[in-house]
């Protein structure tokens, strides 16, 4: 596609629910990052991909985050027993080396 | 610890004029540092970049000044435009002379808006 495209553009979980972020990248990206923007904040690194490898996950705030990219394009980033604390935008981004172009972002609400 | 800094929340300026944004960072191995530009209910776009080698990088309407020295940088919109009024965030990573993967330390933001 013509840019990075995530789904769902707005996500409403109960706490304690699952979810489920999809992210796909600009086609031919090696690198997939994932970014979590809280209200009135700037983006923070959540983890990164080179292709299928995830090289850091530093940012992943518990055990509740997990990412992956299986095929080394489509990537999914899961959050399980959500909390409050989790509401936030989720961004997803791709580059081929310097500059990274970012998806319109996943805005997750927990209540 | 923040490591890239916004200290301007917001700034508004008159069509025409000149707006002027301003970052700090306090990591000394950054050295690759961009401007995103991000509207309401979007993901942020890729604006200018400018390598610690540069001291300068212009594009159009848009440039960005670096001074090593002092851990700043800025971003200049000669003339603005109301259709520059968006929220733009300073980043910064540690380039490794082009080996590192382009991990981003951001800004907290600067809502610039421009007044017709």
């Known amino acids: 596609g013509a840019g990075v495209s995530q789904s769902p553009r707005y996500k409403v979980a109960k706490r304690g629910q699952d979810v489920a972020l999809r992210c796909d990248p600009i086609?031919?990206?090696?690198?997939l990052f994932w970014y979590q923007q809280a209200l009135g904040q700037g983006p923070e690194f959540l983890t990164y991909f080179q292709n299928e490898a995830q090289l850091d996950k530093s940012g992943l705030p518990s055990d509740r985050f997990f990412a992956e990219r299986p095929e080394g394009s489509v990537s999914t980033l899961k959050i399980q027993r959500t909390q409050q604390e989790d509401s936030a935008v989720y961004l997803c981004?791709?580059?081929?080396?310097?500059?990274?172009?970012f998806g319109q972002g996943t805005r997750l609400t927990v209540v | 610890d923040q490591q890239v800094k916004q200290n301007s929340p917001s700034l508004s300026v008159q069509e025409g004029r000149i707006s002027i944004l301003n970052c700090d960072y306090t990591n000394s191995m950054f050295d690759y540092f961009l401007w995103y530009k991000k509207y309401p209910a979007e993901g942020p776009t890729f604006l200018i970049s400018?390598?610690?080698?540069?001291d300068k990088n212009e594009d159009g309407r848009f440039t960005v000044f670096l001074n090593k020295s002092a851990k700043h940088l800025s971003l200049h919109i000669v003339p603005s435009q109301p259709g520059d009024s968006a929220v733009y965030f300073c980043?910064?990573?540690?380039?490794?002379?082009?080996?590192?993967?382009?991990?981003?330390?951001f800004g907290q933001g600067t809502i610039l808006t421009v007044h017709p």
């Open positions: 400018i390598s610690s080698i540069k």
């Open positions: 980043a910064a990573f540690a380039n490794a002379g082009g080996t590192s993967y382009g991990k981003l330390t």
């Open positions: 981004a791709s580059s081929a080396h310097t500059e990274a172009f």
């Open positions: 086609s031919g990206h090696v690198s």
